[in-house]
């Protein structure tokens, strides 16, 4: 089995358009007016639609799966708001090994919002996952 590093590993970065944000209502039957009507978010003082908190798991499982390979398995994901994140912003989901053991990853993790109108900010923390490595085949 290929030996991981304790650090850093590879970001993932997406805008999150509002088109993508309505695939994936449609996706997960999450229809609340919050994620997409102008309107309603006016009325609430909102500057925009808000982007679903579960996208962040999907990014936070796509980000250590994009650099893991198919031989990962997630075995634990969690994460925790910290702000809003609304239609045409950039995140960027950063991580880190802290511990292996046995092909067992602790990964912490955290999402910010690097593209928008105002200054960076934290959307999620804390976060992280244990990632389990499966032998590669043939060896």
Known sequence: ????????????????????MVAYAGATWDWHRMHYDAAYLAERGLPGPVVDGQVFGALLAEQLL???GPRAVLRSLHFRFKNL???????????RVVAEHDGLLTVEQRVVVVGGPGPER?????????????AEEGR
Do not use: N, Q, S
């Open 1 to 20: 089995m290929t030996e991981i590093e304790l650090g850093d590993i590879p970001p993932l970065e997406r805008t999150i358009e509002l088109r993508d």
């Open 122 to 134: 934290v959307a999620v923390h804390p976060a992280g996952a244990e990632v389990l490595l499966r």
């Open 66 to 68: 994009d650099w893991l």
């Open 85 to 95: 994140v609304h239609a045409g912003e950039t995140v960027r989901c950063t991580g």
